[in-house]
């Protein structure tokens, strides 16, 4: 029954965040904004590689540049999209009290709403792939592609992703309009030391030291040996995980994801409970 119920809490709070995300326009108008946002913003990117490199894109670590910020909507969506669901219902729709006190999961009503912005920004993925590869010539052969390695690697990094946001959610128990600067903030942290659009050797040694802690490195890296092979394979240079074995790869993904889940379930419980002593379950700020 208890398993039941979580279901239905994870459903209708994903439809719940549907109706959230989508309703403040036609659905013409909500498709377009969908296709041309993510398109547009990794154009900026783009753009100055192309000014730095004279237009060369015909090589392979314009590809491996391209792939990685393209995923990196993946944590800078879903990361500020789990955070903001505390901030949103608390402030702006006033709900939150009413959630908290009902008789379901708060951890499966979070990842429900989580759930549908991982479902948009997986369509916003998609385009920007599909543009780099018919637009700007983006090294990727969908003949192959290691899809066990891809597929698993995108699993493990988007619960990994969820969980870091119930840290940060937690945080935004006990924050005003503070919460979103932090969520920028360690989203920058892991656009610079995650390998999101250079490889993690180019940092200095000290840097590379915290980006082997982060799961992201892992992911990026797993992700990229599962969609462009031939690039990792290919790329001068070293990416830095490169004595790692596919296997060792994962396994580094999925025991750093469990490290984090006990140390983002510690921190929102503990933000949980002083929330509670100090009256900001309900707490509005006027931001």
Same mark, same amino acid.
């Given at each position: %029954?208890?398993? #039941?119920?979580?279901? #239905?809490?994870?459903?209708?709070?994903?439809?719940?965040?549907?109706?959230? =995300?989508? *309703?403040?326009?036609?659905?013409? +108008?909500?498709?377009?904004?969908?296709?041309?946002?993510?398109?547009?913003?990794?154009?900026?990117?783009?753009?100055?590689?192309?000014?730095?490199?004279?237009?060369?894109?015909?090589? +392979?670590?314009?590809?491996?540049?391209?792939?990685? *910020?393209?995923?990196?909507?993946?944590?800078?969506?879903?990361?500020?999209?789990?955070?903001?669901? !505390?901030?949103?219902?608390?402030?702006?729709? %006033?709900?939150?009290?009413?959630?908290?006190?009902?008789?379901?999961?708060?951890?499966?009503?979070?990842?429900?709403?989580?759930?549908?912005? !991982?479902?948009?920004?997986?369509?916003?993925?998609? $385009?920007?792939?599909?543009?780099?590869?018919?637009?700007?010539?983006?090294?990727? *052969?969908?003949? @192959?592609?290691?899809?066990?390695?891809?597929?698993?690697?995108?699993? +493990?990094?988007?619960?990994?992703?969820?969980? %870091?946001?119930?840290?940060?959610?937690?945080?935004?128990?006990?924050?005003?309009?503070?919460?979103?600067?932090?969520?920028?903030?360690? @989203?920058?942290?892991?656009?610079?030391?995650?390998?999101?659009?250079?490889?993690?050797?180019?940092?200095?040694?000290?840097?590379?030291?915290?980006?082997?802690? $982060?799961?992201?490195?892992?992911? %990026? =890296?797993?992700?990229?040996?599962?969609?462009?092979?031939?690039?990792?394979?290919?790329?001068?240079?070293?990416?830095?995980?490169?004595?790692?074995?596919?296997?060792?790869?994962?396994? @580094?993904?999925?025991?750093?994801?469990?490290?984090? $889940?006990? &140390?983002?379930?510690?921190?929102?419980?503990?933000?949980?409970?002083? @929330?509670?002593?100090?009256?900001? &379950?309900?707490?509005?700020?006027?931001?």
């Amino acid at each position: %029954m208890a398993v #039941r119920g979580d279901i #239905r809490t994870f459903k209708n709070a994903a439809w719940l965040g549907w109706q959230m =995300e989508a *309703n403040w326009t036609d659905p013409f +108008l909500f498709a377009t904004y969908s296709i041309v946002k993510p398109i547009a913003g990794t154009l900026i990117l783009v753009f100055m590689y192309l000014v730095i490199t004279d237009g060369k894109t015909d090589t +392979l670590f314009f590809s491996y540049m391209y792939v990685g *910020n393209a995923f990196y909507m993946y944590v800078a969506d879903v990361l500020f999209g789990v955070t903001w669901v !505390i901030h949103d219902d608390r402030e702006h729709y %006033m709900t939150l009290k009413q959630v908290y006190i009902a008789p379901i999961s708060f951890y499966m009503y979070i990842f429900g709403r989580a759930a549908i912005k !991982i479902a948009i920004t997986s369509i916003g993925v998609l $385009l920007t792939l599909i543009f780099g590869v018919l637009v700007l010539g983006v090294d990727i *052969n969908f003949g @192959a592609i290691d899809w066990p390695i891809f597929v698993l690697a995108l699993i +493990l990094g988007l619960a990994c992703i969820c969980i %870091m946001g119930l840290a940060l959610g937690g945080i935004s128990f006990l924050t005003a309009k503070h919460g979103q600067g932090i969520n920028e903030g360690v @989203a920058g942290i892991f656009f610079v030391l995650a390998g999101v659009i250079f490889p993690i050797t180019i940092l200095p040694g000290w840097a590379q030291s915290i980006s082997r802690l $982060l799961p992201i490195t892992y992911w %990026m =890296e797993a992700v990229r040996r599962g969609l462009e092979p031939a690039v990792i394979a290919g790329l001068p240079g070293s990416t830095g995980l490169q004595d790692f074995s596919n296997l060792q790869l994962m396994l @580094a993904l999925l025991f750093s994801t469990v490290a984090f $889940l006990f &140390i983002s379930h510690s921190i929102f419980k503990y933000a949980d409970k002083v @929330a509670r002593r100090k009256g900001k &379950i309900d707490w509005t700020s006027a931001y």
